[in-house]
Nanobody
Framework: VQLQASGGGLVAAGGSLRLSCAAS????????MGWFRQAPGKEREFVAE????????YYADSVKGRFTLSRDTAKNTVYLQMNSLKPEDTAVYFC???????????WGQGTLVTVSS
């Protein structure tokens, strides 16, 4: 299983970015895909996840209303649209895949998001 993330970069506070993550191989309907992040000096934390089959989405309280997670089942890709970005959103964002919520089994290489104040 490979997870190829892209879309990170530098943006001013209040701006937007969209992250993408393409997964290799077949994704079963029971799978969960999403994003975690790790800010400098902090532990990794959950951001958002989607149940692949039904499309149900889940968000951390810190990003609700600002981030939107979607999936394209034909492309085996998930997208994280991040709006109203804040400096505290600065982190390396990791694409993840697993079988249960908040318990990833596979991790992508990470993409850096930097939000300037």
């Amino acid at each position: 299983v490979q997870l190829q993330a892209s879309g990170g970069g530098l943006v001013a506070a209040g701006g937007s970015l969209r992250l993408s993550c393409a997964a290799s191989g077949r994704i079963f309907s029971s799978a969960v895909m999403g994003w975690f992040r790790q800010a400098p000096g902090k532990e990794r934390e959950f951001v958002a996840e989607v149940r692949w089959g039904v499309g149900s989405t889940y968000y951390a309280d810190s990003v609700k209303g600002r981030f939107t997670l979607s999936r394209d089942t034909a492309k085996n890709t998930v997208y994280l649209q991040m709006n109203s970005l804040k400096p505290e959103d600065t982190a390396v964002y990791f694409c993840t895949r697993g079988s249960n919520l908040r318990t990833p089994v596979y991790w992508g290489q990470g993409t850096l998001v930097t939000v300037s104040s």
